[in-house]
């Protein structure tokens, strides 16, 4: 049976990084963890979002709005080189 989560030993190895690193990171949000007891674990599905190989909804909805802005301040731009 293989395991849902990661320590943050685990993730240090993988990400090549010091486990301090891996609690910075989690303190600032970067990483997503759980708190179980004294030690912290990072569910494996997450490590996509982790390494940068996928999306994640938050950083998804981040886009959607910045693309909307965009259109919306420089639609009428965009059109006009779309043109060319």
Not at 3 to 31: M, Y
Request: aromatic share 4%.
């Amino acid at each position: 049976m293989e395991k849902e989560f990661l320590s943050t030993n685990e993730l240090a190895r993988i990400l090549g990084i010091s486990r301090v690193a891996v609690f910075k990171k989690i303190k600032s949000g970067d990483i997503k963890a759980q708190k179980v007891g004294r030690n912290f674990v990072i569910r494996k599905k997450d490590l996509g979002e982790i390494l940068g190989t996928t999306l994640g909804e938050e950083r998804k909805r981040l886009i959607e709005g910045a693309v909307k802005k965009t259109i919306k301040d420089y639609g009428q731009t965009l059109k006009l080189l779309g043109r060319e």
